[in-house]
């Protein structure tokens, strides 16, 4: 019976999944959407333009279709896609693996603006509404972006340019969740509580070296100091392209018009090399630190020799590479200026700060250090995106070395850095006078003495502020013991005052019932005194005498004493009875029988309720509301 029922219980439907998914991760619909927009404005990017040239290309090679799998394919190289050109004259296929860096720009910037944008709150959830979480947003648009292009290569693939799986699965997400991430991380206010986390993942050697006290101050130096370098070597390179274009002017406008005749060719070369340019200028930068670049197997270029592949294309920014034959001193200084530059760079990033910080000797070379392997890594990246096998045979490896750039820049950072930011602090901290006597412009003994005297001066100076920060604090604490310990002796003589006029009440109180015992007589409160007295009326021969202490301010209370009830006027006229006189009260240690000299036993006081003239009223008024057509008033 159980299997009967879990085959016939009705499954929830796909909608009713989907709906319950929206509602557990609020904006995950909307990131999805996101990651799938930004993919699809990549991909129309390349179509417009791709279907522009074809359009106006008076011999197109192929139809339509072919120019939208030519723009699929484009759009994947610009994510680091390697891609296969299957139709050659030779029949065996070429790779194609040099990725335009500046269209690389393209889709990491629309992915990092749509991750910022999937952050905000879903439409119609009002101005107070939070934003997304963070690993929703990161995942919907990443899983919307990659859906697209996956799709996409499925596309490309049928072309004549065919995209390489392998890369496919490694190039497309690691530039979604990079962009991605950073989009995230952009529009919470870029937190620093991740960070941290990140390092936990490393490995316990990493770790401990990550560790220790201002290590965020150290990384974020390093950080910035790397992408300074970084930025000088990117500028180096461009300028050392510009020169060289110059210089070999001929040479490049003649290729450029070798390539095509039409103005749409041209067009579309110009577009080609200005696409290229940040590639050129990475090869120029690895040329400045030494290793060079390579022009096809076994054809090196770098400053101390320039080895062209014979048979190369012609293409403008090839016509830029010095010609074959032994470096000169010009390539030489050429080489040297650019990361001489950039070291002197990283160094003065990372003296600003210790400065600030009071660093050691040895803190400052490890910064300077540390920001040289950053920079070291990030032109390796550039320098493995930048090149690429062009082909087969000679034009299998085209452009830089990753590892033997990023080797070589470190060890020119290092070299020029670490030097050039020990020499500057040493300068900062003595002064110009030190560098004065450095040069032989002045004395050396007068500059030491000032800057010992200086030293000496903000020593002085750093102790006395400490001494009267710390007398401060002890004032302080000192102030506030006092007003503790007077705040106790107030509450502990608050609390006895109370206690003794509780006493003092409880001794009236037993007093006075004392008294009203002895003389029958209800008593009111004594006013307080400020010494004992005897009671009126007592002299020396009296057998009890009874003393009146001094009671507290507040008075005792006292209940009111109930008189007796007057008797009610009588409407005949009848005059009400004359108030009695009370017989006196009995003494209460009076015998009961009666002995000569002893006044004698008082009667008892009559009840009035009992009293004849009130009982006659009584009935007379009675008698008057009882018969009819009479009242009181006589009506």
């Not at 604090?473 to 107030?490: F, M, N, S, W």
């Not at 005052?497 to 001794?507: G, S």
């Not at 009610?568 to 009875?577: L, Q, R, T």
């Not at 006659?616 to 008698?623: E, I, V």
């Amino acid at each position: 019976m159980a299997v009967v029922m879990n085959m016939t219980v009705r499954r929830p439907s796909f909608s009713a999944l989907l709906a319950r998914l929206r509602d557990r991760s609020p904006g995950l619909g909307a990131s999805l959407l996101g990651g799938a927009i930004a993919a699809g404005l990549g991909l129309g990017c390349f179509s417009v333009l791709v279907m522009a040239l074809w359009v106006s290309s008076p011999y197109p090679d192929s139809g339509p279709g072919g120019a939208l799998h030519l723009a699929a394919a484009l759009w994947l190289l610009a994510h680091g896609v390697e891609l296969v050109r299957i139709h050659t004259l030779s029949g065996v296929p070429a790779p194609v693996g040099v990725t335009p860096l500046l269209l690389l720009v393209v889709p990491a910037l629309l992915v990092y603006r749509g991750a910022r944008e999937a952050v905000d709150a879903p439409d119609g959830a009002g101005a107070d509404a939070p934003p997304v979480r963070a690993r929703t947003a990161w995942t919907g648009v990443v899983t919307g972006y990659l859906g697209v292009g996956g799709c996409v290569a499925l596309y490309a693939s049928g072309g004549e340019l065919r995209p390489v799986w392998g890369w496919v699965a490694v190039c497309l997400p690691l530039l979604a969740t990079g962009a991605a991430g950073a989009g995230v991380w952009t529009a919470y206010g870029r937190p620093r509580e991740p960070l941290p986390g990140l390092v936990r993942v490393l490995p316990g050697a990493v770790r401990r070296l990550l560790s220790g006290r201002d290590t965020r101050v150290r990384w974020g130096t390093a950080v910035r100091a790397s992408l300074a370098g970084t930025v000088v070597f990117f500028g180096g390179g461009t300028t050392l392209l510009a020169v060289s274009l110059v210089g070999h002017g001929d040479a490049t406008r003649a290729s450029f018009l070798q390539l095509t005749a039409g103005w749409t060719g041209r067009c579309a070369v110009l577009l080609l090399c200005v696409c290229l340019v940040p590639n050129a200028a990475v090869w120029s930068a690895s040329y400045a630190v030494g290793p060079g670049f390579a022009l096809g197997a076994g054809h090196l270029v770098n400053p101390l020799a320039s080895d062209r592949a014979p048979f190369l294309p012609p293409f403008p920014l090839l016509a830029a590479v010095p010609v074959n034959g032994p470096g000169t001193p010009v390539n030489w200084l050429a080489g040297a200026a650019v990361p001489v530059a950039a070291g002197v760079t990283v160094a003065w990033f990372v003296v600003k700060r210790t400065a600030e910080r009071q660093w050691t000797t040895g803190r400052t070379a490890g910064v300077v250090t540390l920001a040289a392997l950053l920079c070291a890594l990030l032109l390796a990246a550039l320098a493995g995106l930048a090149g690429g096998p062009m082909g087969v045979s000679g034009l299998t490896r085209f452009g830089p070395v990753w590892w033997q750039t990023g080797t070589a820049t470190a060890v020119w950072l290092a070299g020029v850095g670490v030097p050039t930011a020990l020499a500057v602090r040493k300068w900062r901290g003595r002064g110009i006078a030190s560098l004065a006597a450095w040069l032989g412009l002045g004395s050396t003994t007068t500059a030491e003495n000032r800057t010992e005297e200086s030293r000496t001066a903000k020593r002085q100076t750093a102790e006395r502020r400490t001494a009267e920060r710390r007398a401060a604090k002890q004032r302080t604490a000192e102030k506030r013991t006092a007003d503790r310990r007077a705040e106790k002796r107030r509450r502990a003589e608050r609390r006895a005052a109370e206690k003794q006029a509780a006493k003092r009440q409880r001794a009236e109180a037993a007093e006075r019932r004392t008294t009203e015992k002895r003389t029958g007589e209800r008593s009111e409160p004594s006013t307080p005194v400020a010494s004992a007295a005897p009671l009126p009326g007592q002299g020396d021969g009296d057998t009890f005498e009874e003393w009146y202490e001094a009671l507290p301010a507040e008075p005792y209370p006292v209940p009111p004493v109930r008189p007796f009830p007057a008797p009610p006027a009588d409407p005949y006229g009848v005059p009400p009875a004359e108030p009695r006189e009370a017989p006196p009260a009995r003494h209460p240690y009076a015998p009961l029988s009666a002995e000569p000299g002893t006044p004698p036993s008082a009667a008892p006081l009559p009840d009035p309720w009992q009293d004849e003239v009130a009982r006659r009223a009584r009935w007379a008024t009675l008698r008057e509301v009882s018969e009819p057509g009479d009242g009181v008033d006589g009506s």
